[in-house]
């Protein structure tokens, strides 16, 4: 079974430093992983999908990559912003079916 | 509308109450997806439904009883639930099973 880890589980900066949030995975053969986002008691937002072909994707400030020899995927978030703050999760497939597994999240605070 | 959309948006049942919850998707996606999400846990998968077929039936509870009348509906029917069943319930959807997600906004469920 996918056993997804996301670290750190929380984190604080000051508004317009970079965020880097990590994403890891047991099951190399990991053909998706998709970055989502979530604001308190809310549903959650997909940011960038990365498909097995790919190493990374870009949206904006959002680049997000794909390593999958080594079970890992990384967020970048260049010059935060206050509303940037919410959960970040992670999510990749489980088994042949591609259904998929979630990390805990990183809970993110960007401070003005 | 487009999207995925979720009804309703809260809820408060008794334990002894039946009620349903509804999700609905304007995607054209094939494979639909319940998930519980408790507080401080990671998202749990309940059931998996690809082209109105169950696909996946998580060790959920039998008071929890999925139907998917058609590719763009899917309903969660509860009865006799308890406390610990209070939580986010979240709906998504994807073109195929393996593909990205498309989230609903959720129903937060408190069963009093």
């Known amino acids: 079974k996918q056993e997804v880890t996301q670290i750190p589980a929380a984190l604080s900066v000051p508004e317009g430093e970079n965020l880097v949030l990590n994403c890891s995975f047991t099951?190399?053969?990991?053909?998706?992983l998709q970055w989502f986002r979530q604001d308190p008691g809310k549903g959650l937002t997909s940011l960038l999908l990365?498909?097995?072909?790919?190493r990374e994707q870009t949206s904006g400030r959002l680049n997000a990559s794909l390593d999958k020899s080594s079970g890992r995927s990384t967020l970048y978030i260049a010059a935060s912003q206050p509303g940037d703050s919410a959960t970040y999760l992670c999510a990749g497939p489980t088994d042949s079916w591609g259904k998929f597994q979630f990390g805990a999240g990183t809970q993110v605070v960007v401070t003005p | 509308e487009t999207g995925v959309t979720q009804t309703p948006r809260h809820l408060v049942m008794g334990m002894t109450n039946k009620k349903s919850l509804k999700c609905e998707q304007h995607l054209g996606h094939n494979a639909m997806y319940w998930y519980k999400q408790s507080a401080k846990k990671p998202l749990e998968l309940m059931f998996v439904?690809?082209?109105?077929?169950?696909?996946e039936n998580n060790s959920v509870p039998s008071r929890f009883s999925p139907e998917c009348p058609n590719s763009s509906h899917l309903f969660l029917h509860l009865h006799t639930l308890q406390p610990e069943d209070s939580a986010l319930y979240l709906c998504a959807s994807s073109q195929a099973i393996g593909y990205g997600y498309t989230f609903g906004s959720g129903t937060r469920l408190t069963v009093v």
């Open positions: 439904y690809s082209l109105e077929e169950r696909v």
């Open positions: 099951d190399s053969a990991i053909y998706n």
């Open positions: 990365i498909q097995s072909s790919q």
